[in-house]
């Protein structure tokens, strides 16, 4: 889950990736970068990118490998975490974009 407390987040801020603790703060890691990506371009074409950056071609990612490398993790860990920001960000983010481009665009 990528809402873990906010003293936490500010620790991860603070420390760097060294700083997580449990499988919520990968998440939270991922998940944080994947607003920023969304935020700079909300489309279609960004939800792709992330979902093969986070989720089909994970090995590439350089977020991914730091969290591996600077955190205690396994890297099972870290791609579920992956895969489970991307679920909560294409719910919360892609799904809402997508329900106004149906309206915008009508249906299929």
């Known amino acids: 889950m990528p809402f873990i407390p906010k003293e936490n987040r500010k620790v991860i ?16 890691v ?27 071609c994970p090995i590439g990612s350089n977020v991914l490998q730091h969290l591996f490398t600077q955190s205690s993790f396994t890297w099972s860990d870290v791609l579920t975490a992956s895969h489970l920001a991307y679920d909560v960000f294409f719910t919360f983010k892609v799904v809402d974009y997508e329900r106004r481009k149906q309206i915008e665009n009508g249906g299929i």
């Not at 801020?13 to 939270?28: I, R």
């Not at 991922?30 to 935020?39: K, P, Q």
């Open 13 to 28: 801020k603070e420390q760097g990736f060294k700083a997580c603790k449990q499988v919520g703060d990968l998440c939270y």
């Open 30 to 56: 991922v998940y944080i970068h994947m607003i920023s990506e969304w935020g700079k371009n909300p489309r279609w074409t960004t939800a792709h990118d992330l979902k093969q950056e986070f989720v089909i």
